[in-house]
């Protein structure tokens, strides 16, 4: 019981990682518009469709691909693991 818990936090947190990405991206150009408008409607719809769109995008690779696989293959990627111009 205590490991079926565990394992729905893990993906819980799995998903809100990835969910938090466009939604933090649209976030950040919402303030930018606020700060430099003033006016909150178009900044809200911008946050609306970011929190929408990470919604999306992290139901899609939970299902398609899984999200602890998503993770670890982005972790175990050879293109961050070195940078250009480095050389071995």
Known sequence: MFF??????????????LCLVPTSITAFIAFWLYAKNGQPLLPVLILVAGVCTGIIAAEFVRR???LINF?????????????????D
């Open 4 to 17: 079926r818990f565990l394992a729905i936090l893990i993906q819980a947190v799995y998903w809100l990682g």
């Open 64 to 66: 398609r691909y899984g």
């Open 71 to 87: 993770w670890s293959g982005m972790q175990a990627s050879k293109d961050a693991d070195s940078f250009p111009g480095d050389e």
